[in-house]
């Protein structure tokens, strides 16, 4: 069981700006690729970004040019920077591993986000 602390959500208008954190334990940490997943009510979750262990990042095609993920290694944190929301970016988020499912620790609690119109 790692333990997954997200923060950061919240209600924003559209165009607004959120950044999520998530902090774990840090050699776990260290030593994972870590990615941001979002689950909208009556969808299933999605990975919407992963950043490797050094500096190599993949988006979804919903988020890219929009959400920025980064990592400070010395914080254990992994950090998703988020621009110019849109409604349809309603959901809940999480972090996790940036690994298939079958290798992906248990989930979080999450941080929601809500972005009005």
């Known amino acids: 069981q790692v333990p997954l602390v997200e923060s950061g959500g919240g209600l924003v208008q559209a165009g607004g700006s959120l950044r999520l954190s998530c902090r774990t334990p840090?050699?776990?940490?260290?030593?994972?690729?870590m990615g941001w997943y979002r689950q909208a009510p009556g969808k299933q979750r999605e990975l919407v970004a992963g950043?490797?262990?050094?500096?190599?990042?993949n988006y979804a095609d919903s988020v890219k040019g929009r959400f920025t993920i980064s990592r400070d290694n010395a914080k254990n944190t992994v950090y998703l920077q988020m621009d110019s929301l849109k409604p349809e970016d309603t959901a809940s988020y999480y972090c996790?591993?940036?690994?298939?499912?079958?290798?992906?620790?248990?989930w979080g609690q999450g941080t929601q986000v809500t972005v009005s119109s």
């Open positions: 950043i490797s262990t050094g500096v190599i990042t």
């Open positions: 840090g050699t776990i940490f260290r030593a994972n690729a």
């Open positions: 996790n591993r940036w690994a298939s499912v079958g290798s992906l620790w248990s």
